[in-house]
């Protein structure tokens, strides 16, 4: 049986993949890993984006925590690093967020954060496995006074735009500001936040219906943005994921301003001013490799790690540093919030631009974006970890590594949240890297879907 939890949690089709029945037993599983030397009476806080799924999913959760013994916190639709910050805020024993992120609305998942507000590691999520496939029994299920309840909480959210303005209080000065809230978990903090700083906002996508979240629009979709940007003369366009723990932004020209862009331009800022920790960055091997030279070239040390933000906020916690993130927009700011945050990372780029007084295009240019081609080959879910184990497929990659080796990388992985292997290739030329990452991919899709 594969391994239930993925890169960023349990992800999958709602009702189909995922459902009640697996969402009550991730509950009880959860409550009692998390909170299981906890003396008193555990507390976890529950959130979600807006999904129409959500609130099924999450009631099934919390009621599987209930029936251990544990209390809950609903805190409803808000930003997966609110949920982070504030189970760490309120000292609760764990965190929920239910969301899928940039997918699709038909996907949903649950993931779970520690007492500290910080994703498991690999050893507790196959712990709770472990209890959900009852390999252990201890778990009691009380009677009584011992059942757990749910406490309901609208004010949530409001903490967490204080938390991020008084995090990054930069003064905006009726910045014009295009932000795209993918229809998700956004629609409020993002608009209010920069409001309160000053900012003359433009939202886009901001009306959540429960089946509109992510649909061409967000970080996953930057078309209409960049026409937004440009057509209302805005200084820059931040784009958010579903569940706002991801941002991208587009400069004023109409350009997208990539995660490792962002890095860069924050990085060097923090740097500058004595604030980045360890003078070092942690990103992925997924970063474009002009990100890599742009650190050498201004001295800042690069840490790299597999794909995926919880891996590059343990490497972060392990040598101190104070920034890491990854291409896709998940950016880590360690000393205000312990996972990827899309509005810290919106406030930290403005604050760049309002100290230098530079536009976002100028300061895009700290780094060059060298030509990359990531082509999703679409696989049977089970077979997803297995792709070198075909002799077509290894001998096909292989001949691609040797023909890039010293102008470009060729890099093959599985997706930790979908059923795809993905190829992705960097190199001179975007026509050729494009046209060999395609042949790979459909390639891998032929022989193993």
């Known amino acids: 049986m594969a391994r239930l939890f993925g890169t960023d949690g349990v992800r999958g089709v709602a009702n189909e993949d995922l459902t009640p029945l697996m969402a009550m037993q991730l509950g009880q599983a959860g409550a009692y890993v998390l909170t299981k030397e906890k003396e008193h009476k555990p507390t976890i806080m529950v959130g979600c984006d807006t999904r129409i799924s959500g609130d099924m999913l999450a009631n099934a959760l919390m009621a599987g925590a209930c029936s251990v013994g544990a209390n809950c916190i609903y805190v409803g639709v808000i930003p997966t690093p609110a949920v982070a910050y504030l189970t760490k805020k309120y ?49 009691k299920f009380p009677i009584g006074p011992g059942v757990g309840k749910i406490k309901y909480r609208t004010d949530a959210r409001e903490e967490y735009i204080n938390h991020a303005v008084t995090s990054v209080p930069v003064k905006l000065g ?10 998700g978990a956004s629609h409020y903090t993002s608009v209010e936040a920069l409001k309160e700083l000053g900012g003359s906002v433009v939202a886009i996508h901001n009306n959540p219906d429960g089946t509109n979240i992510n649909v061409n629009c967000g970080s996953t979709h930057m078309e209409e943005l960049q026409a937004r940007v440009v057509y209302e003369k805005a200084r820059i366009g931040l784009a958010f994921d579903g569940d706002a723990d991801r941002l991208l932004a587009v400069d004023e020209k109409g350009n997208v301003v990539y995660g490792d862009q962002i890095m860069a331009i924050v990085g060097n800022y923090m740097k500058n001013r004595g604030c980045l920790k360890k003078n070092t960055i942690v990103t992925t091997v997924m970063s474009n490799l002009g990100f890599f030279l742009m650190g050498k070239r201004n001295e800042i040390a690069m840490e790299q790690t597999k794909v995926g933000d919880r891996y590059v906020m343990e490497r972060m916690r392990e040598i101190g540093a104070s920034l890491g993130g990854e291409q896709s927009g998940h950016i880590i700011f360690l000393d205000e919030n312990t996972t990827g945050d899309g509005l810290l990372s919106a406030l930290h780029l403005l604050q760049v631009m309002v100290d230098t007084g530079k536009d976002l295009s100028e300061l895009a240019q700290v780094m060059e974006v060298l030509p990359q081609a990531l082509v999703n080959a679409r696989v049977a879910n089970h077979k997803k970890e297995k792709y070198l184990e075909y002799p077509e497929i290894e001998a096909a990659i292989r001949r691609l590594e040797e023909r890039f080796a010293g102008e470009g990388r060729v890099l093959i992985r599985p997706s930790g949240t979908e059923p795809l292997v993905r190829v992705m290739i960097e190199g001179k030329d975007q026509q050729v890297i494009q ?15």
Request: charged content about 30%; proline content about 3%.
């Open 91 to 139: 000292m609760a024993d764990a965190g929920v967020v239910i969301s899928a992120s940039h997918n699709p609305v038909e996907f949903n998942g649950i993931k779970f954060f520690d007492g500290n507000g910080y994703k498991l590691p690999d050893e507790l999520e196959d712990e709770i496995e472990a209890v959900m496939k009852d390999e252990v029994t201890e778990m």
């Open 174 to 183: 009726g910045m014009r500001i295009v932000v795209d809230c993918a229809e």
């Open 435 to 449: 046209e060999e990452a395609q042949k790979l991919a459909n390639l891998i899709q032929d022989i193993m879907f």
